[in-house]
């Protein structure tokens, strides 16, 4: 893991459905707020659109949706957590991000087979910090090998609107 150091993990802390959930920060190339999403016709449920982030058009997910949740309500606290799985650039939406937070490895325990809904499978393990439960999640799984090529797919396409 990216964010690994001497036994420990790096986390970006967020809020998802009065859940909270880390991601390794290895994974996570900036965090954005919410805003000017560009929906795009025939993309998957969960995919909300695409965002132009400096010239790259990148895709966003909601994050809620892609784990089986109700879809997120924007606020001015939700935000884009921008990652990089597998050569992918995609955007997560979460309901806040909370903090950066620095774990004992062995403070993770395997993820049990049903966490809040969420299938195990997105799951790299549960955290107990103080009197909190973090749900962690494997970036690398949150979306499927034909997922990551359709939505390059997607910002390609939304590039070459955009050029044209």
């Keep these: 893991m990216a964010g690994e150091q001497q036994g420990e993990l790096q986390l970006v802390v967020f ?4 859940q909270t959930y880390g991601v390794d920060i290895g994974h996570v190339l900036e965090i954005i707020r919410a805003s000017d999403i560009t929906a ?6 969960f995919v909300e659109g695409v965002i132009n ?11 809620a949706r ?10 001015g ?4 957590v921008i990652v990089e799985v597998g050569g992918t650039t995609a955007g ?4 806040g991000v909370s903090e950066v937070l620095r774990l004992p490895r062995e403070s993770i325990q395997p993820p049990p087979a049903m966490v809040a809904g969420v299938s195990a499978a997105y799951l790299q393990g549960i955290a107990l910090v103080d009197d909190r439960l973090i749900i962690l999640l494997d970036t690398t799984r ?9 939505l390059q797919e997607l910002a390609e396409q939304a590039e070459e609107r955009a050029a044209s």
């Design 40 to 45: 795009i016709p025939g993309a998957p449920d």
């Design 92 to 95: 997560m939406m979460v309901d």
């Design 53 to 63: 982030l400096r010239g790259r058009v990148i895709p966003v997910i909601d994050l």
């Design 66 to 75: 892609r784990l089986g949740l109700a879809p997120i309500n924007v606020t």
């Design 142 to 150: 949150i979306f499927r090998r034909e997922e990551k090529e359709a």
């Design 77 to 80: 606290n939700t935000r884009i």
């Design 15 to 18: 809020h998802l459905k009065e």
